[in-house]
């Protein structure tokens, strides 16, 4: 009678924890982790010194840092890349970015995290969030400090970013960058310390949120265009409009202009001073450069916050170039060459940098 109620007892415990695994095994959501580098996989001949090797370890091993992950989704992972960001190329854009709509097609996969350099991490979340046709959360991560470190900051950063990809409030939001905690929107991103952990931020608008004991906290919604209502499309294109940057700074001479109309370049932007303002002698070369060869100018700044407005002290209108508004010099190049792919009247082009 005794091992009969025991048995029945056993019985009855084995099959509630069968049916709450099953729940939580059906909770959990795919989330694909695509590797691309960076410090975040780099290698320190030791624990404390700073040299270090970008892109030395594979995602598994990366992985293998913070098992905690597979408690919150199902992981899949692959190697796109594997370099340090300043290597960063168009190819690799082009391919990560079809993988990602391809991923995102699939009905099972419910988000993905990338982790990458973050040198041009930026440039790579800006250029996604302007190419990915899906709702789906995409979050870009990276580490400041290489996985060999005291104190690596990579396990945490992917935890969270993990943690973020797989909550229902990430839908919708556009491309995101999860470290240090903080969540940043790709529409404003900017690197902003050589060394610190906590060198990423939204300098014009501000984070998106934070996250906290493992759960986003979103605290502003973008109001610019991007995803899923981005115009751009580049799953049929295997190359990209040739665009450059120009700085300007007391004495700027035509030197580079002059240059990149002999390179044949489609688009040139400027990091000007102040309002994005420019020497003259870059006025006029740039000038030419729109009348007598067609190329795309759009003016930026190299003040890391405020507008490059229209119509200051540069008459836009008259040369032909188009003001880059809240758009960095490295987002505004992202976006020239994403223009060029279906424009090259400035019209169009100012009204793409009013929108993205
Ligand atoms: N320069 C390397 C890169 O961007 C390392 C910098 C980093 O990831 O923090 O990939």
């Given at each position: 009678?005794?091992?009969?109620?025991?048995?029945?007892?056993?019985?009855?415990?084995?099959t509630?924890?069968?049916?709450?695994?099953?729940?939580?095994a059906?909770?959990?959501?795919?989330?694909y982790?695509?590797?691309?580098?960076g410090?975040?996989?780099?290698?320190?001949a030791?624990?404390?010194?700073?040299?270090?090797?970008?892109?030395?370890?594979?995602?598994?091993?990366?992985?293998k840092?913070v098992?905690?992950?597979?408690?919150?989704a199902?992981?899949?992972?692959?190697q796109?890349?594997?370099?340090g960001?300043?290597d960063?190329?168009?190819?690799?854009?082009?391919?990560?970015s079809?993988?990602?709509?391809?991923?995102?097609?699939?009905?099972d996969?419910?988000?993905?995290?990338?982790?990458h350099?973050?040198?041009?991490?930026?440039?790579?979340?800006?250029?996604?969030?302007?190419?990915?046709?899906?709702?789906?959360?995409?979050?870009?991560?990276?580490?400041?400090?290489?996985?060999?470190?005291?104190?690596?900051d990579g396990?945490?950063?992917?935890?969270?970013?993990?943690?973020?990809?797989v909550?229902?409030e990430?839908?919708?939001?556009?491309?995101?960058?999860?470290m240090?905690?903080?969540?940043?929107?790709?529409?404003?991103?900017?690197?902003?310390?050589t060394?610190?952990?906590?060198?990423?931020q939204?300098?014009?608008?501000?984070?998106?949120?934070?996250?906290?004991?493992?759960?986003?906290?979103?605290?502003?919604?973008?109001?610019?265009?991007?995803?899923s209502?981005?115009e751009?499309?580049?799953?049929?294109?295997d190359?990209?409009?040739?665009?450059?940057?120009?700085l300007?700074?007391?004495?700027?001479?035509?030197?580079?202009?002059?240059?990149a109309?002999?390179a044949?370049?489609?688009?040139i932007?400027?990091?000007?001073?102040?309002?994005?303002?420019?020497?003259?002698?870059?006025?006029?070369?740039?000038?030419?450069?729109?009348?007598?060869?067609?190329?795309?100018?759009?003016?930026?700044s190299?003040i890391?916050?405020?507008?490059?407005?229209?119509?200051?002290?540069?008459?836009?209108?008259?040369?032909?170039?188009?003001?880059?508004?809240f758009?960095?010099?490295?987002?505004?190049?992202?976006?020239?060459?994403?223009?060029?792919t279906?424009?090259?009247?400035?019209?169009?082009?100012?009204?793409?940098?009013?929108?993205?």
């Amino acid at each position: 009678m005794k091992s009969s109620f025991s048995y029945k007892f056993l019985w009855v415990l084995a099959t509630i924890m069968l049916v709450s695994l099953g729940i939580n095994a059906q909770q959990k959501k795919t989330i694909y982790i695509l590797a691309t580098g960076g410090t975040i996989a780099g290698q320190g001949a030791t624990e404390v010194t700073a040299g270090y090797k970008a892109g030395a370890i594979s995602v598994n091993e990366l992985l293998k840092a913070v098992p905690e992950i597979k408690d919150i989704a199902f992981i899949k992972a692959e190697q796109v890349a594997n370099i340090g960001s300043q290597d960063m190329n168009d190819d690799v854009w082009l391919k990560l970015s079809k993988r990602v709509n391809e991923l995102l097609s699939q009905s099972d996969v419910a988000g993905i995290v990338i982790t990458h350099g973050t040198d041009t991490q930026e440039e790579t979340a800006y250029f996604l969030n302007l190419t990915v046709k899906s709702e789906k959360p995409v979050i870009l991560v990276g580490s400041m400090r290489p996985s060999t470190a005291i104190s690596a900051d990579g396990p945490r950063n992917i935890y969270n970013a993990v943690a973020t990809a797989v909550a229902t409030e990430s839908i919708g939001r556009g491309v995101m960058v999860v470290m240090d905690d903080k969540i940043l929107g790709a529409d404003d991103l900017a690197k902003t310390n050589t060394l610190s952990v906590g060198t990423f931020q939204n300098p014009n608008y501000g984070p998106l949120g934070i996250v906290y004991n493992g759960k986003p906290i979103f605290t502003r919604q973008t109001l610019k265009r991007h995803t899923s209502n981005s115009e751009f499309d580049v799953r049929a294109l295997d190359k990209l409009p040739r665009v450059e940057i120009i700085l300007s700074y007391s004495n700027a001479t035509d030197l580079f202009v002059d240059a990149a109309v002999k390179a044949h370049v489609k688009g040139i932007v400027t990091a000007g001073v102040g309002n994005g303002n420019i020497t003259t002698a870059l006025q006029d070369a740039l000038a030419k450069a729109v009348k007598n060869h067609g190329i795309a100018v759009v003016r930026s700044s190299r003040i890391m916050t405020g507008p490059t407005a229209q119509w200051d002290e540069v008459a836009d209108d008259q040369y032909g170039f188009a003001a880059s508004w809240f758009n960095n010099p490295y987002r505004s190049r992202v976006l020239l060459m994403l223009a060029l792919t279906k424009t090259n009247d400035y019209k169009q082009i100012q009204r793409m940098f009013s929108e993205y």
